[in-house]
């Protein structure tokens, strides 16, 4: 099993699609619930999340004027927040302390806080 911690479960590729928004909803209105399952106070300071869809639409929420700021591609903020990913393994563009420090505990799952992903588990995904 320790073997097969680093892979994806069928190791086969998945296409994308624009249902992907289903669970960029979810990890946006977990926020909270994502320090609240470690004990913490939640840190309510305004993100703004700007996210191309694989279609090239743009899903955002948010004011657009937070400093605090998340944008990139879907996939990869949908492979954080469900901890597939290290936010360092995707091209995330992650600028504030809020929108770090949310990234670095994202869980959109219900349950205990799950141990994440270390950097550089899985190799850097570019393109699309």
């Not at 840190?43 to 869809?53: A, G, K």
């Not at 492979?79 to 505990?105: C, F, I, K, N, Y």
Request: proline share 8%.
């Amino acid at each position: 099993m320790s073997r097969l911690r680093g892979l994806d479960v069928v190791g086969l590729p998945r296409p994308d699609t624009d249902r992907l928004r289903h669970v960029v909803f979810l990890g946006v209105r977990t926020r909270q619930f994502s320090y609240v399952t470690r004990g913490l106070d939640a840190d309510t300071t305004p993100v703004c999340v700007e996210l191309t869809m694989p279609s090239g639409a743009i899903w955002t929420h948010g004011e657009p004027a937070a400093v605090n700021r998340i944008a990139g591609r879907a996939r990869d903020f949908c492979r954080v927040v469900t901890q597939r990913r290290h936010v360092a393994d995707t091209d995330l563009r992650v600028s504030g302390p809020s929108a770090e420090g949310w990234m670095r505990l994202a869980q959109a799952f219900a349950g205990p806080p799950g141990e994440g992903r270390r950097p550089g588990e899985f190799p850097k995904e570019t393109g699309r």
